[in-house]
């Protein structure tokens, strides 16, 4: 894959897997919430034992369970375009121990900015419904 390919799907991949993100953030049950967080652990389990396969499989799973929160498939499948031509490349990832050493940082990032986005929500569906019994 040449460079402009790879920055033009690198392009794609933030716009789609972001809004995926997005939308994906707010559909999430508890349960997958916390399989979100357990993925994260796996992930930082496999880097620390340089288990490559173990931490891409875990960071796909990871990402496909956020993307197929975001709702219809057309999305997803989106994702699942622009992943087929990165995904032959992607063990190269461990080529740079200290790269390698900060693939999960983003994931644990996510995972509690999840849990804040769901307490923000419950936060805000209840004071619906008491700001209607505030004066003015």
Same mark, same amino acid.
């Not at 460079?3 to 349960?31: I, K, N, T």
């Not at 063990?91 to 769901?118: I, K, M, Q, W």
């Given at each position: 894959?040449?460079?402009?390919? $790879? !920055? #033009?799907?690198?392009?794609? =991949?933030?716009?789609?897997?972001? &809004?995926?993100? *997005?939308?994906?953030?707010? =559909?999430?049950? #508890?349960?997958? =919430?916390?399989?979100?967080?357990?993925?994260? *652990? =796996?992930?930082?389990?496999?880097?620390?034992?340089?288990?490559? /396969?173990?931490?891409? !499989?875990? !960071?796909?799973? $990871?990402?496909?369970?956020? !993307?197929?929160?975001?709702?219809?498939?057309?999305?997803?499948?989106?994702?699942?375009?622009?992943?087929? /031509?990165?995904?032959?490349?992607?063990?190269?990832? $461990?080529?740079?121990?200290?790269?390698?050493?900060?693939?999960?940082?983003?994931? &644990?990032?996510?995972?509690?900015?999840?849990?804040?986005?769901?307490? *923000?929500?419950?936060? $805000?569906?209840?004071?619906?419904?008491?700001?209607?019994?505030?004066?003015?």
């Amino acid at each position: 894959m040449s460079r402009v390919e $790879f !920055d #033009d799907v690198l392009q794609v =991949r933030l716009l789609v897997e972001g &809004e995926a993100a *997005e939308r994906g953030a707010l =559909r999430l049950s #508890d349960a997958e =919430r916390e399989h979100l967080a357990l993925l994260s *652990e =796996r992930m930082r389990t496999a880097l620390g034992a340089a288990d490559a /396969k173990g931490c891409l !499989d875990a !960071d796909e799973d $990871f990402h496909r369970l956020l !993307d197929a929160a975001a709702g219809p498939p057309t999305l997803p499948g989106l994702i699942e375009t622009v992943w087929l /031509k990165v995904g032959p490349i992607s063990n190269r990832l $461990f080529d740079e121990p200290c790269s390698a050493a900060r693939l999960n940082d983003a994931h &644990e990032d996510a995972a509690v900015a999840l849990l804040r986005r769901a307490i *923000e929500r419950d936060l $805000f569906v209840a004071a619906q419904t008491l700001r209607l019994h505030c004066r003015g």
